[in-house]
């Protein structure tokens, strides 16, 4: 059963930059069949796709956030990362990592993350 | 940019059924995915590619898509049911990943 699990500081100042981990168990990142994505939800609002990024270190973003994010995998450590600059008040959310269930078009977010609570604060 | 419409908030009775709908310019050409999110929980894929089901969800949800509005069904509501369902397309014109709104399923 593949199971992932975001980490990272839960309070982050604003202009800074916002650094969030999943590592994944129960399968390979490697394996090559998958795209891998973050996905965050502000308190008491909807699901924001942040990016997504392929084992080769292809990656999508959200064109509202692309000029913020960068998304990176390290296959050795069976993780994948996110980096979100020069963060506001706005960026405060819980942040999700999840896995696309196949490299196919349009797929769906099969297994989820539990969460990350990031608060943007001074 | 593409754009999902939900209704924020669907009421009904217990064993009823409820149908959440999903609108976006031509949505029938795409595959429509829908989640299942409780308070404080990640969301849980309940319907994907329109219409299938991922093992383990119950055969009272389904799903339709057709013209600008994608539906989810769910038969014979139970009070276990309530909670937020999202609604997921890819824009392959921007290759992203579009979230619907969302909307509030409450049992009465």
């Known amino acids: 059963q593949v199971q992932l699990q975001e980490s990272g500081p839960g309070l982050v100042k604003p202009s800074q930059t916002l650094s969030l981990t999943c590592t994944v168990s129960?399968?390979?990142?490697?394996?090559?069949?998958?795209?891998w994505s973050w996905i965050r939800q502000p308190a008491g609002k909807g699901l924001e796709w942040i990016g997504r990024i392929y084992t080769s270190g292809s990656t999508n973003y959200n064109p509202s956030l692309k000029s913020r994010v960068t998304i990176s995998v390290d296959t050795s450590k069976n993780q994948f990362s996110l980096k979100l600059s020069s963060v506001t008040a706005a960026d405060t959310a819980v942040y999700y990592c999840?896995?696309?269930?196949?490299?196919?078009?349009?797929?769906?977010?099969?297994?989820w993350g539990q969460g990350t609570l990031v608060t943007v604060s001074s | 940019s593409y754009v999902l419409t939900q209704p924020p908030s669907v009421s009904v009775a217990p064993g009823q059924t409820a149908r959440i709908t999903c609108g976006g310019n031509n949505i029938g050409s795409k595959s429509v995915h829908w989640y299942q999110q409780k308070p404080g929980q990640a969301p849980v894929l309940v319907v994907y590619d329109d219409s299938d089901r991922p093992s383990g969800i119950p055969e009272r949800f389904s799903g339709s898509n057709s013209g600008n509005t994608a539906t989810l069904t769910i038969s014979r509501v139970e009070a276990g049911d309530e909670a937020d369902y999202y609604c997921?397309?890819?824009?392959?014109?921007?290759?992203?990943?579009?979230f619907g709104g969302g909307t509030k399923l409450t049992v009465l």
């Open positions: 997921q397309v890819w824009d392959s014109s921007s290759d992203s990943v579009v």
């Open positions: 129960g399968g390979s990142i490697s394996s090559g069949s998958y795209y």
């Open positions: 999840a896995r696309v269930r196949s490299i196919a078009v349009a797929q769906p977010f099969d297994y």
